[in-house]
T-cell receptor, first 112, second 114 residues
């Protein structure tokens, strides 16, 4: 099993809808998780971090962590065309210092 | 968030030459920085962990003699691609963070080896 797994997409949603991005992780990943947004040709930008079970909200973004199911998600409300990007899920490797391991990313397309 | 810069943002070089890429933390000190490589339509691949004042730690399969890392100060790490070849053409990105749990990426350096 890969350390962090994501569906590569593309995930297409209409403008104004909720986009739901999902990620699962293995036992080799610790309980700290991050969502990065990466536009084509650019480096990743940190959007959200989550460490505890439950939801964490920041503006239009909500991260959810379910440790029992080893599942992390990112919800984007009122999706905008500018949200179209690849979203990378990352977690800290257990016993790896502060080394991050990344999923392959989910491409999101927000359509007008 | 914390600010990480990289220089140059892009570089084109001839095969066989060496290229140095700088990564700086602008508003915090970083004892550890990370170097990643990303090929088109692929995810980030961690190459090495740069440790201030000590040797870098390389990931499996990454040639330490080809990718030289120096972390001489708390705000600067450099990656030198030695004797670059076309297969080294990629997007090189560094990351660092002011705390254990958060990493911020530099803008990346696009290397093209002719």
């Amino acid at each position: 099993q890969k350390e962090v797994e994501q569906n590569s997409g593309p995930l297409s949603v209409p403008e104004g809808a909720i986009a739901s991005l999902n990620c699962t992780y293995s036992d080799r990943v610790s309980q700290s998780f991050f969502w990065y947004r990466q536009y084509s040709g650019k480096s990743p930008e940190l959007i959200m971090s989550i460490y505890s079970n439950g939801d964490k909200e920041d503006g239009r973004f909500t991260a959810q962590l379910n440790k029992a199911s080893q599942y992390v998600s990112l919800l984007i409300r009122d999706s905008q065309p500018s949200d179209s990007a690849t979203y990378l899920c990352a977690g800290l490797l257990t016993g790896g210092g502060n080394k991050l391991t990344f999923g392959t990313g989910t491409q999101l397309k927000v359509e007008l | 968030g914390a600010v990480v810069s990289q220089h140059p943002s892009w570089v084109i070089c001839k095969s066989g030459t060496s290229v140095k890429i700088e990564c700086r933390s602008l508003d915090f000190q970083a004892t550890t920085m990370f170097w990643y490589r990303q090929f088109p339509k692929q995810s980030l691949m961690l190459m090495a962990t740069s440790n201030e004042g000590s040797k870098a730690t390389y990931e499996q399969g990454v040639e330490k003699d080809k990718f030289l890392i120096n972390h001489a100060s708390l705000t600067l790490s450099t990656l030198t691609v030695t004797s670059a070849h076309p297969e080294d053409s990629s997007f090189y990105i560094c990351s660092a963070g002011p705390s254990y749990n958060e990493q911020f990426f530099g803008p990346g350096t696009r290397l093209t080896v002719l």
